[in-house]
């Protein structure tokens, strides 16, 4: 593999649920994989998530969305920090909800105040569910 297409694995980070990087980088771009907001160092089988606690049967004890938003956020300047580039280099954040209705608001708040200067592109859609038991998830592009 080639300098200009490394792939990064970001030490600050939670680590990835399956075969992938935290992030790649081409050129002077960076793609990062989707970023949930497990505690760094965690792993899919770890039920680390800020504000969430569950039952034996996978039932929410404690479920704190802005938490989450707060987390995700973090692990996402982890990645890019760790990658070269920084917050300020987003260009574009693709943003995944498992309950827009519930959590569209809490995520717009939070997100104006973490973008109130760097204002990247952004998409956010609603999913039936992701891998863990999260309820965000970011997919960014940034420059180095």
């Known amino acids: 593999m080639s ?26 771009l960076l793609f990062l994989s989707g ?14 998530v800020p504000g969430l606690r569950l039952d034996k049967n996978g039932n929410f004890l404690e479920f704190d969305f802005e938490a989450q938003c707060h987390s995700v956020f973090q ?18 954040v693709t943003v995944f909800l498992v309950n827009m209705k519930r959590d569209f608001a809490t995520y717009n708040r939070l997100y104006a105040e973490y973008f109130k200067d760097a204002q990247p592109c952004r998409t956010t859609v609603e999913i039936s569910s992701l891998p863990t038991p999260i309820a965000i998830e970011l997919k960014c592009i940034a420059t180095i």
């Open 75 to 92: 692990n996402v300047r982890a990645i890019l920090e760790a990658s070269g580039s920084r917050w300020e280099n987003l260009i574009d």
């Open 3 to 28: 300098e200009s297409q490394e792939r990064i694995s970001a030490q600050g980070a939670p680590k990835p649920v399956g075969l992938y990087p935290h992030a790649r980088r081409v050129g002077n």
């Open 35 to 48: 970023v949930g907001p497990r505690v760094a160092g965690s792993d899919a089988t770890d039920s680390m």
